[in-house]
């Protein structure tokens, strides 16, 4: 069941994501070449001036499970601490004018927690799927902000120097807000920084019951322009 909602979600954002491409190509905003540019030999578009734009990005990140926000909240606060972790994936963006772009992210990310008071530590695998409004503040520099819908892939616990799988017992979605700026290192090659801010409670049931907490994210990227 969890599989066929997976497809679900991830066919009707291909599809999402298709329709607007086409739309972009009849009304988008398309810079017209200056009389120097003309009279130079072809050259390939730069990104700036792409329409439509497929990348790939890998990076990592450092997040925390912050139990403090679950519901009930805790007798005693939770200490946690941070954890580095990666993400990797592919990305297509789609230029509405010259300062506003549309970016739809599909990630693979690893997040990683340890509880400080039971030294318990906690590896989440999510299909994690961004959509980003982009706004240009200058040519190499850009922001961006969006929500961000996360699939739970795999969930494990690690107590005492044993792993055990907790997928079935974690709640499947995170919804959450992103936020962050993009760099123009190079002509197809950016740096970008995020910080993810987990919106819903996930439920964790544990021996002693069930626990909630909210999720707290770091990104950085390398992304690739094709």
Not at 105 to 117: A, F, G, N, V
Request: charged share 15%.
């Amino acid at each position: 069941m969890y599989i066929l909602k997976m497809k679900y979600i991830l066919t009707l954002s291909l599809i999402t994501c298709l329709c607007l491409q086409a739309k972009a190509q009849d009304t988008a905003y398309v810079p017209q070449p200056t009389i120097a540019a003309q009279e130079q030999p072809a050259q390939r578009t730069p990104f700036r001036n792409k329409v439509v734009y497929f990348g790939a990005s890998v990076g990592g990140n450092l997040s925390a499970m912050n139990f403090n926000k679950g519901y009930p909240r805790p007798a005693a606060p939770v200490e946690n601490q941070w954890k580095p972790g990666f993400t990797a994936g592919l990305l297509i963006g789609i230029r509405l004018n010259e300062k506003f772009a549309l970016q739809q992210d599909y990630l693979w990310t690893r997040m990683q927690s340890k509880e400080t008071s039971s030294a318990t530590a906690y590896v989440f695998d999510y299909l994690s799927l961004p959509v980003l409004i982009q706004y240009t503040v200058f040519p190499r520099v850009s922001l961006l902000a969006g929500p961000q819908f996360d699939l739970l892939i795999q969930a494990k616990k690690r107590v005492n120097g044993q792993t055990v799988t907790t997928t079935r017992d974690t709640e499947e979605r995170s919804i959450g807000a992103t936020a962050g700026v993009g760099v123009r290192l190079l002509n197809t090659l950016s740096f970008s920084a995020r910080y993810i801010h987990g919106m819903n409670h996930i439920g964790l049931r544990e021996s002693a019951g069930l626990q909630e907490f909210k999720f707290q994210s770091v990104q950085v990227s390398v992304v690739a322009i094709f």
